[in-house]
């Protein structure tokens, strides 16, 4: 069966250091992998966009790897502050579709 | 960029009654999606729209479920006879329809309570 595997523990970080989040996936062939940050009860917000064949992307502090044979994708915030406190989705589409399929999503706690 | 509105934030109703949601998207978004959520799992996907044709349903999405996109615009979901088992939150997201994916822009969601 497909799945979408995150961190199923909340990660807690102190602040100024590098978290490092991780998705596994299982029996899906995505093109594309998202990854997005919800606040208690709010919507998801996008992150980041990478597509199969691009191994790295970065915006500011954040960074997104793919590995396509590992199956896996690893998402960094460094730096981090407090106000990255969240939880993060990943998010896989495959090329048939638009509909995000989404991991549980992973807790983090930066603490000052 | 007024973002997705989404209404009611919150809806309680009883077991067996009809509810109904509406979504209106970012403006120039061509596509809008549905999702519904519950607690302490990821948004699953229920069906999406291109303009006002519904490309995609998915099986979570009974006949109990109805989506309707009429002009293009806005969106409602409609549930009927309403079961426990239908409490969670609803989230409508709309992109832009451009080359592969695009990212999507979620609303804050109406959370429905089942008594």
């Known amino acids: 069966s497909q799945k979408i595997e995150q961190n199923s523990e909340a990660l807690n970080i102190q602040e100024g250091k590098t978290a490092t989040l991780t998705c596994n996936y299982t029996?899906?062939?995505?093109?594309?992998l998202q990854w997005y940050r919800q606040d208690p009860g709010r919507g998801p917000v996008f992150l980041l966009l990478?597509?199969?064949?691009?191994k790295e992307k970065r915006k500011e502090r954040l960074k997104v790897t793919f590995d396509t044979t590992l199956k896996q994708s690893l998402f960094h915030i460094t730096a981090s502050q407090p106000a990255d406190s969240a939880t993060y989705l990943c998010?896989?589409?495959?090329?048939?579709?638009?509909?995000?399929?989404f991991g549980k999503g992973t807790s983090l706690l930066v603490t000052p | 960029d007024t973002g997705v509105s989404q209404n009611p934030r919150h809806k309680i109703t009883k077991r067996g009654q009809n509810v109904t949601f509406r979504c209106d998207p970012i403006s120039e978004h061509n596509r809008l999606y549905w999702y519904r959520q519950t607690l302490g799992q990821g948004p699953e996907f229920l069906t999406y729209f291109q303009n006002e044709a519904q490309l995609e349903k998915s099986r979570l999405l009974s006949d109990r479920f109805s989506a309707e996109r009429p002009k293009g615009s806005f969106s409602t979901l409609e549930i009927q006879r309403t079961e426990q088992g239908d409490s969670a939150m609803y989230l409508c997201?709309?992109?832009?329809?451009?080359?592969?994916?695009?990212?999507?822009?979620f609303g804050d969601g109406t959370r429905l309570s089942i008594l």
């Open positions: 029996n899906y062939s995505p093109a594309y």
């Open positions: 997201a709309s992109s832009l329809m451009g080359q592969g994916n695009q990212p999507q822009h």
């Open positions: 990478i597509r199969e064949n691009e």
């Open positions: 998010a896989l589409t495959e090329n048939s579709g638009y509909a995000l399929n």
